[in-house]
C-alpha cells in the first residue's frame, strides 16, 4: 500500500495537471524583490464569502478581472498584472478563487464546484473597480467556463470576455488513471488541500458544464476564444464546441497548433495584444456603463 501511495504522489507531482501550482509567500517576497511595482492586496468579504485579490493599474480605469483555473491562485497571472503597458489601459484584479490560497467561502477552504458560485463571488471584486465603467473577464483552463458565466449573468459589467485554455465541452473533459485513487480514503488524506479541491472540481465538471452549455446562446457579449494544438490538460477539441456554441456570436476562435496549456505564459505577447486591442476598440472605452 506504501508504495502503491508513493508511486502516485510521484505521479501526481510530474504530471501536467498538478505541476507547480502553488507559490509559498517566501517565493512571492523573492519574486517581488527588485520590482520597482508589486501588487496591492484585498479582500472582499460579505456573509458567505472571503475573496483575495491582487491589483494593479489605477481602480479608475476599466477593470480586467482574471479567473485561474484548478488549481490556481491569483499568482498564475502575475505576468499580466505585472504588465506596465496593460497597467496604463486597466484596473487589473486577479482573484483567488473560492477554495484556493487565500478565499473561503462560509468560512472554510473547501472545494466550491458550482460554476454559478464562483461567479457570483467572483463578482465581488468588482466592488474594488470606481470606473464606472464595462470591462474584460479573462478566465483560464477552469476559469475559462466561469468567466463565460461571468459575461452571462452581468453583461452591464463587461464587454468582452477572453477564454485561454478553457475547459468548456462535457464531453471532452479529460481523467488521469489516478484520478479514481484520490478521491477516497486514505490516499486524499495524504494530498495537499489545493489538489483535493481540484479533484472535487474535477469530478463534478461535466454535469457543471452540461448546466452551462443551456446557458451560452445568452452570451451576448463578443468573446475571444484561444486554444493550443500540444494542450495535454485541456483537449484541443474544446475549441469547436466553443465554435458550435458561440456560432452567429460575435467571437474570435484562435488556434495555436505548436503551443500547449499556459497560454498566458507561452503566448503572453498574444495575451497581451488581445487585451491592449479590445480596450482600444470598445465602445466603452471612453465611456460609463
Known amino acids: 500500500m ?32 527588485n520590482k520597482s511595482a508589486k501588487p496591492t492586496y484585498f479582500t472582499v468579504r460579505n456573509d458567505s464569502v472571503k475573496l483575495f485579490c ?9 477593470p480586467l478581472l482574471l479567473v485561474h483555473g484548478a488549481p490556481g491562485a491569483w499568482y498564475g497571472s502575475r505576468n499580466v498584472l505585472d504588465d506596465t503597458l496593460l497597467q496604463q489601459h486597466y484596473h487589473i484584479i486577479a482573484v483567488d478563487r473560492l477554495g484556493y490560497n487565500m478565499s473561503r467561502f462560509k468560512g472554510k477552504r473547501r472545494a466550491v464546484t458550482s460554476i454559478t ?18 470591462g474584460i473577464v479573462m478566465g483560464s483552463s477552469f476559469g475559462g467556463p466561469i468567466a463565460a458565466k461571468l ?7 463587461f464587454y468582452h470576455v477572453v477564454m485561454l485554455a478553457a475547459a468548456i465541452d462535457p464531453k471532452k473533459e479529460k481523467f488521469w488513471w489516478f484520478h479514481r485513487y484520490i478521491v477516497q480514503a486514505p490516499l486524499k ?22 448546466k452551462l452549455q443551456l446557458e451560452w446562446s445568452n452570451l451576448n457579449i463578443p468573446a475571444t476564444v484561444v486554444q493550443g494544438g500540444a494542450d495535454d490538460i485541456v483537449d484541443p477539441a474544446n475549441l469547436d464546441f466553443a ?5 452567429g456570436k460575435k467571437a474570435d476562435f484562435i488556434f495555436l497548433p ?26 466603452m472605452a471612453d465611456g460609463t456603463k
Open 117 to 134: 458560485t464562483q461567479a457570483v463571488a467572483i463578482h465581488e471584486a468588482l466592488r474594488l473597480n470606481k470606473s464606472r465603467k464595462k
Open 54 to 62: 491582487a491589483t494593479a493599474g489605477n481602480d479608475t480605469l476599466p
Open 189 to 210: 488524506w495524504c494530498l495537499p488541500r489545493f489538489i483535493n479541491n481540484a479533484t472535487d472540481e474535477k469530478m463534478s465538471h461535466v454535469k457543471e458544464l452540461e
Open 151 to 157: 459575461a452571462i449573468m452581468y453583461p452591464e459589467d
Open 2 to 33: 506504501r508504495l502503491s501511495i508513493l508511486s502516485i504522489l510521484i505521479a501526481l507531482a510530474g504530471s501536467g495537471c498538478f505541476s507547480r501550482f502553488v507559490m509559498s509567500d517566501r517565493e512571492l517576497r523573492e519574486y517581488y524583490r
Open 258 to 283: 505548436t503551443v500547449k496549456h499556459m497560454i498566458r505564459w507561452e503566448r503572453a505577447d498574444l495575451v497581451k495584444e488581445i487585451l491592449l486591442t479590445h480596450v482600444m476598440n470598445s465602445p
Open 243 to 247: 465554435r458550435e456554441q458561440l456560432k
